[in-house]
């Protein structure tokens, strides 16, 4: 159980980190301007555990808390084995959390970092999963950092607010708290110049020209001389999947990839034939 008892008198010792590091808060000066966005409500207990099991957090993550309140996220991740970062403008959260990390039990003090600062100036690129209890409009705003820094297939749960017109991949409901996941999809969009073995064996040149909106996929593949408009296509993190309908000899059928540094590799699935496999190197924006 993690203390909500609040640390006082002199800073307390840093925690430690994946890198060695202590809190960043260490008698430094901050400037009385930086308020909170959000005020402290912290997650209960149990809703944490389950926010957890959403995102599948084990030992391979490093786990971002944004507003981490008194660390319990973090120091929760922790115990599973995670390495964590939690961030909070709050400087008696941060002792909380250091507090809570020495209280913790082994180990965790070795895997977490807390650091007094602005959620909106944290760098997200070693995150692999990153969690939110904000507001709406904060989720908003961390957005586009959120598509441009953490690599595609990193998750990100919140405590019950979305993240505007980026739906989430899944939802549910856990001690009467509704809660959101959604997964970073791979960068997939410019000119793709494309092999796809048929099922005849024969081999097909394809050029697809994509566009992503979050996880939904648009765009065209030309084949021969069509020009063919791809149906219902997704990313899944760094799975992208489509249809092509049948177009003179060209067969139709299900395409799917996954993004391999800047080659999609993949099957396509033409009805009642085996799967053949396709290829994709980027060419362009
Ligand atoms: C709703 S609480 C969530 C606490 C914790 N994540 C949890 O789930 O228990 C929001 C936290 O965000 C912090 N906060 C608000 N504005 C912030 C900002 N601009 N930068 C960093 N932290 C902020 C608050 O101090 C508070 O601890």
Redesign the pocket.
């Known amino acids: 159980m993690i203390a909500n008892s609040v640390a006082t008198g002199s800073d307390l010792p840093g925690t430690g980190s994946p890198a060695g590091r202590r809190s960043s808060d260490a008698g430094r000066p901050f400037p009385l301007a ?1 308020r ?8 209960a207990e149990p809703v ?1 555990e389950a926010l957890l099991d959403f995102a599948g957090v084990g030992p391979a993550d490093v786990i971002y ?6 660390g ?2 973090v120091i929760a991740a922790a115990r599973r084995g995670a390495r964590g970062v939690g ?4 400087r008696l ?1 941060i002792r909380e959390c250091e507090w809570n990390t020495q209280r913790a039990g082994p180990g965790v003090a070795g895997r977490v970092r807390f650091v007094r ?4 100036d944290v760098d997200l690129r070693e995150a692999t999963v990153l ?1 939110l ?2 507001m709406p409009s904060i989720n908003r705003r961390l957005r586009p950092r959120i598509l441009r820094e953490m690599a595609a297939g990193t998750r990100v749960v919140s ?1 019950y607010f979305d993240m505007g017109d980026w739906k989430p991949d899944a939802i549910v409901e856990r001690h009467k708290r509704v809660l959101l996941l959604w997964k970073v999809p791979a960068c997939v969009e410019g000119r793709w110049s494309c092999v796809a073995m048929q099922p005849d064996g024969a081999r097909r040149r394809m050029v697809l020209s994509l566009k992503r909106r979050y996880q939904m996929l648009a765009g065209t593949a030309r084949m021969g001389p069509y020009e063919i408009p791809i149906h219902d296509g997704r990313v899944d993190g760094k799975q992208i999947m489509f249809e092509l309908p049948r177009r003179g000899d060209i067969t139709g059928g299900r395409y799917e990839a996954t993004l391999e540094g800047n080659c999609l590799r993949g099957t396509f699935h033409a009805d009642g034939t085996r799967a053949t496999p396709w290829f994709g190197a980027r060419t362009g924006p």
């Open positions: 930086r909170r966005d959000v005020p402290y409500v912290p997650t944490v808390d944004l507003g981490c309140g008194d319990r996220v961030v909070d403008i709050d959260r600062g602005s959620l909106f969690t209890y904000l405590n």
